[in-house]
């Protein structure tokens, strides 16, 4: 039984799954839209808000904070001078899902993962 156990394991051992976060928060900062599987997006989906939360709070800290999560340190100031801005006066919700469909090879469910405006 999985009663109480949060969060997906995606078939992957611990630390390819959080490299795969990782990459996958920094492109969706990057480009503020991405394509990948269904599982993947809705995993993904808290870790990006809690970055972009942490992007508002703007204090050196959570920079550091933020560096740990997103790979690359263009992206942390995107984050911190584009991105939080944006979003200053929304309390949540900063991404939204959008299902696709089955990805033609494999039949796994899409979905595109991108940032609200």
Same mark, same amino acid.
């Given at each position: 039984? =999985?009663? =109480?156990?949060a969060g997906w394991k995606l078939? =992957? !051992?611990t630390g390819h799954r959080m490299a795969m976060y990782r990459n996958l928060v920094t492109d969706l900062l990057r480009k503020e839209r991405l394509v990948t599987t269904e599982a993947k997006a809705k995993a993904v989906r808290g870790l990006a808000e809690k970055v972009i939360t942490l992007g508002k709070r703007g204090d050196p800290q959570a920079r550091r904070q933020a560096s740990t999560v997103v790979n690359d340190e263009e992206v942390v100031g995107k984050l911190f001078d584009e991105? $939080? !801005?944006r979003y200053a006066t929304r309390r949540g919700g900063y991404t939204r899902i959008i299902k696709l469909g089955a990805r033609p090879g494999d039949? $796994? !469910?899409m979905a595109q993962l991108e940032l609200v405006k």
């Open positions: 039984m =999985r009663h =109480r156990v078939s =992957r !051992p991105l $939080a !801005p039949g $796994a !469910p």
